[in-house]
């Protein structure tokens, strides 16, 4: 059959994605070397060192393998409209020209067969030293890393001030949960957070959600941090979240309720997050399988490269 394949590279990463072999679809696509980021049964994501010790990028892979799959494609738009690996790339951007934390997009493929799509990917730069929310919660639960509870105070208001940021530009998420913020501390101790895997809900459908579309990106939030977290905490980020907005503007109808009765509207917002519990609990399961798998890949290489080593 007739195969056809694209790939949209911003051109300042051209050589650095050409020296990773990530310049081309056929490259990106039998890609196999790299740390497993996540994984599912039609979609991984691998973390690829850079060239030079430099950053180095991650890639989101989505595959149709069979022609189920690629209907099922066609029937969400993939056929005449824009893929995952496109449509997260042009999101993205739009956060970043909007003045919103995100990591960078470098680059989108796709490989087309008689146009249906079998295959996509997107390919972003990696923010050194960070790690998702729910990574970072796992090792400070696990006693891996130790958080004082001003730290903890710090991280949760930064995430209402970032969130609210977010929603004072006019940009939606769609798709909230710890695991899709990076989190990561600067040279003065404060945290400073990165969104990724945006999926803005379009105009009909922050109408259509039966309830103000902030408050599901609340909820969506709260549901990561229900494991983590303690009701007099999440008390505060909402309260921030409020304040914050209102300062920058961003009030929409629905807000001033908020301010009413705090604590009617945590209970509401974890109402709504009850709708992603279980799948979220299974997530926070799986990052902590893939957390644990990285470390003992750590280990085990760790301990091939001494035994490697020659005797002095």
């Known amino acids: 059959m007739f195969v056809t ?10 050589e ?11 490259g990106v696509l039998a890609l196999v070397d790299g740390r497993v980021a996540a994984w599912s049964r039609t979609t991984d ?15 989101k892979r989505y595959l ?12 969400r738009g993939t056929f005449f409209g824009q893929h995952r690996g496109r449509a997260e790339y042009r999101a993205l951007n739009a956060l970043r020209s909007a003045g919103v934390p995100a990591v960078r997009a470098v680059a989108w493929g796709e490989r087309r067969v008689a146009h249906f799509l079998t295959a996509c990917f997107l390919i972003t730069e990696e923010v050194p030293d960070a790690e998702n929310l729910t990574s970072f ?3 400070v639960v696990g006693g891996r ?21 977010l929603h004072a530009t006019g940009c939606s998420h769609g798709n909230l949960f710890w695991r899709n913020i990076l989190v990561r501390d600067t040279p003065d ?18 109408l259509a959600a039966g309830v103000p579309w902030w408050l599901r990106e609340l909820a969506q939030v709260t549901v990561s941090a229900l494991p983590f977290t303690t009701r007099a905490e999440r008390l505060r980020f909402i309260r921030r979240y409020v304040a914050c907005s209102r300062d920058s503007g961003f ?37 902590r399988l893939f957390d644990e798998w990285n470390r003992q890949l750590a280990r085990e290489t760790g301990r091939a490269t001494s035994a490697a080593e020659p005797a002095s």
Request: glycine residues 6%; proline residues 8%.
């Open 16 to 26: 650095r994605l050409r020296a990773c072999g990530l310049d081309t679809v056929a």
């Open 45 to 59: 994501t691998l973390r690829v060192p850079g060239p030079d010790d430099g950053p180095g990028f991650y890639v």
């Open 145 to 165: 890393r130790r958080m004082s509870n001003d730290q903890r105070s710090r991280l949760l208001l930064a995430l209402a001030e970032h969130l609210a940021l």
């Open 189 to 206: 101790g404060r945290p400073e957070l990165f969104f990724l895997d945006p999926q803005p809900l379009r105009a009909w459908e922050r």
């Open 5 to 14: 394949e694209h790939m949209r590279i911003d051109p300042a990463y051209r």
């Open 251 to 287: 009030d929409p109808p629905g807000i001033e309720r908020v301010a009413d009765d705090w604590k009617a509207t945590v209970r509401t917002v974890e109402t709504l997050a009850a709708a992603w519990r279980h799948h979220e609990d299974r997530r926070i399961h799986m990052t």
């Open 64 to 75: 149709f393998p069979t022609w189920t799959k690629r209907l099922r494609g066609t029937l």
């Open 137 to 139: 919660a796992l090792k």
